[in-house]
């Protein structure tokens, strides 16, 4: 098969030159982006998402944050690193994201 074939899995197209995470995202996983808060553990980051909503009666924007806990296989994650994380099936009794790719690295 070349670079550029197409092959078929079980009623889903793949290109065989995407990367593994990009064929992976396109599976309806979660992906979330938030910011590395804790990498004490090993091979494990702690990483808190902020989303923001309206109140519902008094329609004032709050925050709400939310840690995950993110499979960081090279232990290469530092605080405050920017980072996008995507779910994925259970590899401990809390964690159940891994990280997917460093989108800014703290200064």
Same mark, same amino acid.
């Given at each position: 098969m070349s670079d550029t074939e197409?092959?078929?899995t079980g009623g889903e197209v793949v290109a065989? !030159?995407?990367a593994p995470e990009a064929a992976q995202a396109k599976k309806n996983r979660k992906v979330r982006e938030g910011i590395v808060v804790s990498n004490k553990m090993d091979k494990t980051a702690v990483v808190a998402v902020t #989303? %923001?909503? #309206?109140?519902?009666q008094y329609k004032k924007t709050v925050q709400q944050t939310k840690k995950y806990f993110a499979h960081d296989e090279e232990n290469d994650l530092n605080?405050? !690193?920017r980072v996008r994380i995507i779910e994925t099936r259970p590899l401990s009794a809390?964690? #159940?994201? %891994? $990280? $997917?790719? @460093? @989108?800014? %690295?703290?200064r």
């Open positions: 197409i092959q078929s065989a !030159d995407v #989303r %923001r909503s #309206r109140h519902p605080e405050g !690193d809390k964690k #159940r994201w %891994r $990280l $997917l790719e @460093v @989108v800014e %690295r703290a």
